[in-house]
């Protein structure tokens, strides 16, 4: 009775085990915070970026499926030409063969747009100078595209094909485009911190300074820094030209790219090593795939299949997508089967918002099953007796392919 008292009186736990600290009441746990350097949405498109005469148009016209002018002269595109490419996915397919739905075309897209082309001295104005910038500034990702095939037929700006130097252009102009921008913002802020107007803002200042050390200094794109979570939040807002992600697009000759073969290849990669590692290099041929897209799509298959060859185009616009920080989770059943596109690391409530935002106001749970699962087991009964159908709540972040069905409270989302 005394060692009861004891424990009850002085809080000793049972059995000498130490005491569980739970929660506050009221309380839930907040997920962690994360932050992707980019715009935030998911309306967002890539950019066609190179030199002049490289063959961004004719690769644009293919990939979709467009007819805009491809001809052997410098700046032959000066608006910007878009147009929405669908993602290409084995498991959407498969997801429509399964449910046969009443609405089937709701595949993920992506929207790309092709800009004229970049000289040297372009952030100074030459060229088409500052309207180029500023159409790659309303992208927020770039497929830069190097020219390694030789014809003289095609003129190149600088007269021999050099894809190192190409991208030393390209690269510099972006960078003296944004540091411009930078220099400004620091001495503008710099002299109002000093005077004593803007006390409040010496954090923000301290940041700008630690950029324009980067870009002048190290000389390094911005999306290569070590940016903690406040650096990334002041970055969106500045929207800077070399902070976009890149994929580059290395434009071969056909039988170069059926060979698999360019001597400028393994160069083009340790420039990349070197200057963004990470990031994804895919060869391409233009010329090839708009030789392919003329042909019946039999006659086509027949010909990639005797010269065992294969369309690089869903490898690029699958690239281009992951690239934007973007992924999609599916809806299925009889009525429809729809991919929603979400930014990677987005919660379950913020997915259901993507519906309707109703269902991220009154958001209760995710039933949520993973594409490899349903297609294992074979129906939603299966997965759900495999245990494979699991409840989510507010802290899941969806993955991609994720097969969702959400619970919401419907008058959540009404005014009181």
Not at 4 to 21: I, N, W
Not at 81 to 95: F, G, K, M, T
Not at 213 to 228: A, E, L, S, Y
Not at 308 to 322: D, T
């Amino acid at each position: 009775i005394r060692d009861r008292y004891q424990r009850r009186v002085h809080g000793e736990p049972k059995s000498g085990l130490p005491k569980k600290s739970m929660p506050p009441k009221g309380k839930k746990e907040e997920p962690k915070k994360t932050l992707l350097l980019g715009r935030p949405g998911t309306s967002l498109q890539v950019g066609i970026v190179g030199m002049p005469n490289v063959g961004k148009s004719t690769f644009f016209n293919v990939i979709t499926k467009s007819a805009i002018p491809a001809e052997n002269f410098p700046f032959c595109t000066i608006d910007p030409n878009s147009a929405r490419v669908i993602v290409p996915d084995e498991r959407y397919d498969w997801l429509v063969e399964k449910f046969n739905p009443k609405s089937r075309d709701n595949y993920p897209w992506l929207q790309i747009t092709d800009i004229a082309g970049l000289v040297k001295g372009a952030s100074e104005g030459e060229g088409l100078g500052n309207a180029f910038l500023s159409h790659i500034y309303a992208t927020d990702g770039i497929f830069m595209m190097v020219r390694v095939f030789d014809d003289p037929e095609i003129t190149h700006v600088e007269g021999e094909v050099d894809p190192i130097r190409d991208l030393d252009i390209i690269v510099s102009e972006l960078l003296l485009k944004d540091k411009a921008m930078i220099d400004e913002k620091v001495e503008k802020l710099s002299a109002a911190v000093k005077r004593g107007l803007e006390k409040h803002r010496k954090k923000e200042l301290e940041i700008l300074e630690r950029v324009q050390q980067w870009i002048t200094v190290d000389k390094k794109p911005v999306r290569c820094g070590p940016w903690n979570l406040e650096d990334i939040e002041l970055l969106n807002t500045l929207h800077l030209l070399t902070a976009k992600t890149a994929v580059y697009l290395c434009n071969m000759s056909p039988d170069d790219y059926m060979k698999k073969k360019n001597k400028w290849l393994p160069k083009i990669k340790a420039w990349v090593d070197e200057h963004t590692p990470g990031e994804m290099i895919i060869p391409v041929s233009a010329k090839f795939e708009a030789m392919l897209s003329e042909m019946p799509d039999d006659e086509r298959q027949k010909y990639l299949k005797e010269n065992n060859a294969s369309s690089a185009l869903p490898k690029i616009v699958k690239a281009g997508f992951s690239a934007l920080n973007l992924q999609y989770f599916f809806t299925a059943g009889e009525d429809e089967v729809k991919a929603w596109i979400i930014r990677k690391g987005d919660l379950a409530p913020v997915a259901a918002g993507r519906i309707h935002s109703d269902m991220q106001k009154g958001f209760i749970c995710a039933e949520v099953m993973h594409f490899e699962d349903l297609k294992e087991c074979g129906s939603e009964g299966a997965c759900r007796g495999a245990g494979k159908l699991r409840q989510q709540g507010r802290g899941y972040a969806v993955e991609d392919g994720d097969i969702c069905f959400f619970k919401f409270n419907a008058g959540a989302g009404l005014k009181k």
